[in-house]
């Protein structure tokens, strides 16, 4: 039989999970008003004036000083491994630079391997992440190849793990085509989920890049001259148009 947990009252917690910040400007959507917040254990509980706290409350004083909701970065790249690259910052010093900037939560991208199962990759990328995060985090996931069973892993992803955004590529080695753009739009739009698209058209940087290569221009402008805005714009404008057919 095991032993009930008893709850320690209030007044003997820890002061570090109590905190009341006096006197700020507190902005939100809609206005900005002098009031002061009373957070326990990360949570806001209280807001406005005159407020009732525990004693032994951490108080700071935010006279003059906006108190702002924390930043939401939505498209971070930690521990990204990429055409035989790989981004410097891991989840702890990425996070730990995000909180000093006043960045409270972050939404990076899993990606996974051509022909890797999706959720594989995002238990994977779950590893590395929930012992390092500073601050609170989400994922994406890009949808590197297409079949039957990326199409069931999504809806798993969706129902079981709270991902709604998925990520296609228009480019680079694990670029879909517009049949499985097509399908994988009508996939997100039955579980209610965000596409998000990286729109270049492939085929024609690839024929650029050949060309730029023959010309003896392999420097970091060869980047640029290779995908000229009106091959962007073709691919969003392609793009959009493969997604108003799932809706239509």
Known sequence: MSTPVKKVPIHLQSAQNRLLIKHGKVVNEDDITEDDI?????????????????????????????VLPGGIDPHTHFEMEFMGAKSVDDFYQGTKAAVAGGTTMIIDFVMPKKGESILDAFYEYRQKGDDKVCCDY??????????????????????????????????????????????????????????????????IIAKNVERLLAKGITGPEGHEMSRPEEVEAEAVNRACVIAKQVII
């Open 38 to 66: 009373y957070i326990e254990d990360g949570v806001i509980k209280q807001l406005g004036r005159n407020l009732i706290i525990p004693g032994g409350t951490r108080v700071i004083d935010a006279r003059g000083k906006y």
């Open 138 to 203: 989400g994922l994406h996931v890009a949808l590197t190849h297409w079949n039957e069973q990326v199409r069931r892993e999504m809806e798993v992803l969706c129902k079981e793990h709270g991902v709604n955004s998925f990520k296609v590529f228009m480019a680079y080695g694990f670029m879909l085509n517009d049949s499985e753009l097509y399908s994988v739009f009508e996939t997100c739009q039955k579980l209610g989920a965000v596409a998000q698209v990286h729109a270049e058209n492939g085929a």
